[in-house]
Each structure stands twice: as C-alpha cells, then as structure tokens.
C-alpha cells in the first residue's frame, strides 16, 4: 500500500529525491513520514507531513537539508535530500497512519510501512 522509491548511489554533496506512492486505500488526514535505519543502528526518524493541512515536522539534525513535500493528486509525499553525506547512508522507510502529531517521530505509531528503498552516499 505504500511503495517507496527513488533510492540509489550519490556522491557527497549530491541531492536524491524519493517518493512515496500510496495505493489501496485512502489516508486522507494521515500523517505520511519518513525514517531511516543505517545498519547496526535503530530506526530513526527523519520527516513527517500532515496530509490534510501539510504541518511538517523534521530531524532537528536534517533542518534545511532535507524537505518533505505531497502531490495530492498522486497520493504521493516526496523526500527531497541535498547536501548528501556519508552518513546519510541508510534504508529510507516510507510510513503512514493517524498518529497524534506529538508522537510522530516514534516509529511505532506507525501501521502501515513502503519495503524501503537504499540509499548510499560516498564521500
């Protein structure tokens, strides 16, 4: 229901941009986040929007690096990432559910998870 793509190898100090593609059913007023899991390490969170009013929250360390975005129409939230680097490299994960907008970056809120799509940054 969620399908996650966009992925790939970039270079430090490149820029990627994913999508999120929803399908099967509606998530009208949900929140549609993004998290990332590096390997040895917890799954962490990275953005979320609001899909009915576009409230944004993001990592305190990706601020201005990093933006989330929809298009409506396409039932689809970007992940635009600039300014890449090495540690940016991790399995990005597309999540949805109706999560009190407090608790949005804590993973387990979440019901409904994309498969990931890899995303590696070398320097």
């Known amino acids: 229901q969620l399908q996650a793509s966009g992925g790939g190898l970039v270079q430090a100090g490149g820029s990627l941009r994913l999508s999120c593609t929803a399908s099967?059913?509606?998530?009208?007023?949900?929140?549609m986040s993004w998290f990332r899991q590096a390997p040895g390490k917890e799954r962490e969170f990275v953005a979320a929007?609001?899909?009915?009013?576009?409230?944004?929250a993001y990592a305190d360390s990706l601020k201005g690096r990093f933006t989330i975005s929809r298009d409506t129409a396409k039932n689809t939230v970007y992940l635009q990432m600039n300014s890449l680097k090495p540690e940016d490299t991790a399995i990005y994960y597309c999540?949805?559910?109706?999560?009190?907008?407090?608790?949005?970056?804590?993973?387990?809120?979440?019901?409904?998870w994309g498969q990931g799509t890899q995303v590696t940054v070398s320097s």
């Open positions: 999540a949805a559910d109706n999560v009190i907008w407090g608790l949005v970056r804590r993973p387990d809120e979440y019901s409904y």
């Open positions: 099967g059913r509606t998530f009208t007023g949900y929140t």
């Open positions: 929007m609001r899909l009915s009013g576009g409230n944004t």
